[in-house]
């Protein structure tokens, strides 16, 4: 779950009104819950004005916390990242982003067309100095809170570098977005020995664990220990990071399914299932996605964050507070300042620029 | 869950009486309980016969359709590999594989040290003509039933033509264990479209497309999609796969701490649990991993079913169970006719030997 801090930002969010498939409704109705949520947050609302002042005409404190930048033109859903690129210049997602970069807007928050959200990020923003690869982090349910997980999908192959990068970035996410004082880090990986695994996970677990830094590396945690939270931030290739994320995503909705199944079952168990509905409810409530909603594409020069296309008002307020704690915890000159000194303390390692 | 068909042997199972946490007892009470499944079967006990013998005093249709192979030693459960194939070779383990080499017993069954198992196997048998790398196939529950997902841990690096190869055994294994007569077979893959992920899948989707063989092939499964059921055989590399199980193994866990904690929260629930026992049990049963016991080393010149180390007497049972379809369907010979037909196909794809 995402931690409500009395964080505060001088600068707006910025929002893509346009984008998501129940939008504009789900990104104004959750901006107005995230300002209930966090008085004093201000927006940038990039979107058709005649499809964004009606809802802003009915609330008065929504309206006063935002301005509106117009524009007619929106990325579709299942427009390719490189066409978004060449045509959407002017686009309420491309106009979001380039606030960001102008120093306008503290971050952006977007449920739309995702790889078009990453390619116009990643072209705008540009990468940190010294990250190779941007990494997507999202949280994921244990039994004591949630933990932080990347990458989910954004690389299919990394280096060692790269995760040993993903956990310095991790680290700044949790202790941002958890509030988490100093975050249990791991691998994710096969076994808990040394040897196991890929030859760069193991060299990523050298570096982490001699990089002179002030973090918590606790070796390699394995697929069925991640929901004992133990570990709060949990590093992993895109490739790897995504089926585990899918994975546990699939199994969720079997258990749900045979649960469903199982009460339907006989006249006892529907009655049972009639005095079971609030302790249900409260394992639907511990499971329910949209309290986890806010992805974030770590390792750019700027903050995006992603809500899911299908968010609700409630899961796009959620996403709203990822997006503050994020930029309020200035995360970026974070993971710079970690990344700087590691490279002090390892001249060896340095990128060779000839190289 | 493992089809119960009318599958007969001439040759015993080699049952290792002295793997498993409680061996000898859960070997000699599953085989118990195999023999009342499958009248007819015989089993070669391979073990202490001090140890053994009680139990078969006590169960003279047991004792009947048994003989013992007596030896006071065996692999510890942490003993090394490397230790054991040298040490063991006096072993109940070794023994039961060295008795399925030498054509005197259909496939062993042990639940004792899975490292050495997988080892002994390995150097015993040695790999069919033609694979290069063995792989770990098991059960995993599904909307529709159980399917087959491989490879599980054996491969962390894996070729096209690995998975390819994977995938023709786990084909194999479908067709015996779930009694399937065409498997749907698929790559768990970080997405549907053929750009997706490593380049060694992309190429065994090639592979697998052109094969020419008489199979299912469907593409690419993501994680969440597998719990529906729509496919019979998940290949993976087996850090994936490892991945994955594993990762599904902590959620199903998760969510059934989740259940336990909100049944207590209330009087009102724990009354509501009391009424929906019926209803939880049958979730539990769908969910109970004994059904699905019973691990294979596809891809070697012999069968060896690996049981859970934890496992009971119900658990032992079915791996015995697996044991047998896979040994009466003549699983290996099914493979390698695949495997020769697919080099007949494709005899540009052969392994050059001076390569």
Redesign the interface.
């Known amino acids: 779950m995402i931690t409500h801090t009395a964080s505060t930002l001088d600068k707006p969010i910025a929002l893509d009104a346009m984008g998501g498939d129940a939008a504009p409704s789900c990104v104004l109705l959750g901006a107005d819950m995230a300002l209930k949520r966090h008085p004093g947050l201000k927006f940038t609302l990039f979107g058709h004005k005649d499809k964004i002042q009606p809802f802003l005409n009915d609330r008065p404190e929504l309206a006063a916390a935002s301005s509106v930048v117009h524009t007619d033109s929106f990325i579709a859903s299942d427009e390719k990242p490189s066409q978004a690129i060449r045509q959407g210049k002017d686009s309420s997602m491309r106009l979001a982003i380039d606030s960001v970069k102008d120093g306008k807007c503290s971050a952006v928050v977007s449920a739309g067309n995702t790889g078009a959200l990453m390619a116009m990020s990643k072209i705008v923003y540009k990468t940190l100095p010294g990250i190779n690869r941007p990494a997507i982090a999202a949280l994921f ?3 004591k809170g949630d933990c932080v997980m990347l990458d989910l ?1 954004a690389n ?2 990394c280096s060692a570098r790269d995760l040993f990068q993903f956990a310095v970035m991790g680290d700044a996410f949790a202790k941002a977005v958890l509030g988490k004082t100093k975050p249990a880090i791991a691998l ?1 990986n ?1 076994g808990s020995e040394e040897m196991k ?2 030859e760069e996970i193991k060299e990523a677990s050298m570096m982490l664990k001699d990089s002179g830094l002030n973090i918590d590396y606790k070796g390699f945690v ?7 939270g133990e570990i709060d931030v949990v590093v ?1 290739d ?3 990071g ?14 749900s ?3 469903k ?3 339907k ?2 006249l ?2 529907k ?10 409810n ?2 639907k409530d ?2 329910d996605d949209r309290k986890r909603n806010g992805a974030m594409f770590l390792g750019l020069n700027g903050i995006t964050v992603k809500s899911h296309g299908s968010a609700d008002a409630y899961s796009f307020c959620n996403a709203i507070t990822v997006a503050l704690e994020l930029a309020s915890h200035n995360i970026n000159e974070k993971i710079l300042s970690e990344l700087q000194l590691y490279d002090e303390n390892h001249p060896e390692d340095a990128a060779d620029p000839f190289e």
Not at 271 to 280: D, E, I
């Open positions: 349910p244990t039994m999908g299919v192959e994710l096969i695994g890929h394995e697929g069925h220990e991640v929901p004992n992993a895109g490739f790897t995504n089926i585990a994320l899918k994975t546990a995503e699939g199994t969720a909705r079997l258990i399914t045979y649960i199944d199982a009460f079952a006989s006892l168990s009655l049972g299932a009639l005095l079971s509905k609030g302790a249900l409260i394992v511990r499971l």
